[in-house]
């Protein structure tokens, strides 16, 4: 006999609400908004609440989308915790799915005050690694019903710095969606920005923040300019370091470089390049090089985060160091001497991206993950929020 809790659970989607700092146009939030878009609503109900004023990012959003604005104050704000509860009581997700260090602990509480039974935490890349704030991930984490984290090498470092079971740390890789990010836009994505078939595009995307570390890549596009290399240099993205950047570059004598601000259509900047570039210092899985790759792209990135997970040596692309010129440049170098091999490089990135970082994976993935996790089905035995 089929229990009423099962069939229910059937024949209804099952209500997911996650929780972000923030929806700007970070890795993480992109990544929520394109799980949120995917996500069929017939199977998951999802929502989305942003403990700051959201910015250009929630419009992005499909109109099933649940969004909510928790008005967070600056500093401390205890009150944001019961506003929060508020929320979920009033929507009454069987899921709240938290991201980062800046929501586990008020959307726990939240979560115990409003009964939601299934706490999701997911981890993106950056930890916070002072002694009082380890106690604090190794706690919160314990209470949530499932830990996740985006990359393997990720996943190992919340184990080694926080010291979280590597057993209770589970594997979902971000995803690229290899339609809007293609190769088929170069020609008239080239048109647009004005360069011709001959000219040699390097070039990067993402927030102008220090953990990008794009005055490292400024750098090395200085030193491959003294060994004579002829190219533009494309930066995308906005950021408090803005002016400190266009600074330097002015500084460096990069006067081939252009700072495009803030694109919504990085999909055609991504394929105008012939070339992508990533300087960070730290990086869960980059969605940027899964973007890159998708579009065709040979990838020079730093050996950060699951960059290794991405880029396969030789084969997609090259990894240097964090925080060196010198070694940016010397791999910068070597892609743009061979044209040919850059090309079969970029050919190779979009199979991979394709073959194992396509967007309906990961959305499987999650999707099966939150049915698995149902507290209506019957017989589920997943840890609840305690």
Request: glycine letters at 10%.
């Amino acid at each position: 006999m089929t229990s009423h809790a099962g069939a229910q659970a059937r024949s209804s989607p099952v209500r997911v609400m996650h929780l972000v700092y923030s929806f700007g146009f970070g890795g993480m939030e992109v990544g929520v908004a394109k799980l949120a878009n995917a996500l069929d609503p017939a199977t998951v109900a999802v929502s989305i609440c942003s403990g700051k004023p959201s910015e250009q990012l929630k419009y992005r959003l499909r109109p099933e989308v649940g969004f909510f604005e928790l008005g967070r104050r600056p500093g401390n704000d205890p009150g944001l915790i019961v506003r929060l509860a508020r929320v979920l009581r009033r929507e009454r997700p069987h899921i709240l799915h938290t991201h980062g260090w800046a929501t586990i602990v008020e959307g726990l509480l939240a979560a115990r005050l409003a009964s939601v039974p299934v706490l999701i935490h997911g981890e993106h890349g950056t930890l916070e690694l002072r002694p009082f704030n380890r106690r604090v991930q190794r706690w919160a984490w314990g209470r949530a019903t499932r830990v996740i984290a985006v990359s393997s090498r990720l996943a190992e470092r919340m184990e080694q710095h926080i010291g979280f079971p590597a057993a209770r740390i589970h594997v979902i890789r971000n995803g690229v969606d290899t339609v809007r990010f293609t190769p088929a836009l170069r020609p008239e994505a080239r048109a647009e920005f004005g360069f011709g078939p001959d000219d040699l595009v390097l070039g990067t995307a993402g927030r102008l923040v220090p953990v990008k570390d794009q005055a490292t890549l400024l750098r090395a596009w200085a030193l491959l300019r003294q060994r004579g290399v002829q190219f533009t240099g494309v930066i995308a993205g906005r950021g408090a370091l803005k002016d400190e950047l266009e600074g330097l570059a002015a500084t460096l004598g990069l006067d081939n470089v252009r700072f495009l601000g803030n694109r919504p259509d990085v999909e055609r900047v991504m394929a105008a390049l012939d070339v992508f570039i990533l300087s960070s210092v730290s990086e869960g899985l980059s969605n940027t090089i899964q973007e890159a790759m998708a579009s065709g792209l040979p990838v020079v990135a730093t050996h950060v985060g699951g960059a290794d997970e991405l880029v396969v040596p030789e084969e997609t692309g090259l990894l240097v160091p964090a925080s060196s010129p010198e070694a940016m440049a010397d791999a910068l170098a070597r892609v743009v001497a061979d044209p040919a091999r850059r090309v079969q490089m970029g050919h190779a990135s979009r199979h991979r991206a394709e073959e194992v970082f396509a967007l309906d994976g990961m959305v499987r993935n999650y999707t099966q993950m939150y049915l698995d996790l149902d507290p209506r089905r019957a017989g589920v035995s997943a840890r609840r929020v305690p």
